[in-house]
Nanobody, 124 residues
């Protein structure tokens, strides 16, 4: 069974940075597209970023472009989300996800496995 465990969330001030990590176990890590989503209070999860199997391609949601960077270390079976210049509107629970589809317009439906999330809170 594939398991994803996020870490690195916390409370920071606007303008500061955080780096989230997601460790994957129980599956062929290098076969998975890895992604990050976030969910503020409400029903919908917002796509943040995704990275291809090899790490050579990345894709970002509009609000993450230019401030967030996704990366992966296949030797450590870990994916990262570096978040810079954080804003109060970035406050959300951040979820790591794994799937097998790589395309533009990735949504929740393209990912098969999910972590439990890590809370990020940005104070103004």
């Amino acid at each position: 069974q594939v398991q994803l465990v996020e870490s690195g969330g916390g409370l920071v001030q606007a303008g500061e940075s955080l780096r989230l990590s997601c460790a994957i176990s129980g599956g062929p890590y290098t076969s998975y597209v890895m992604g990050w989503f976030r969910q503020a209070p409400g029903p919908e999860r917002e796509f943040v970023a995704a990275i291809s199997w090899s790490g050579s391609s990345t894709y970002y949601g509009d609000r993450a472009k230019g401030r967030f960077t996704i990366s992966r270390d296949n030797a450590k079976k870990t994916v990262y989300l570096q978040m810079n210049s954080l804003k109060p509107e970035d406050t959300a629970a951040y979820y790591c996800a794994a799937g097998r589809i790589w395309r533009s317009g990735l949504t929740e439906q393209h990912f098969d496995f999910w972590g439990r999330g890590t809370q990020v809170t940005i104070s103004s």
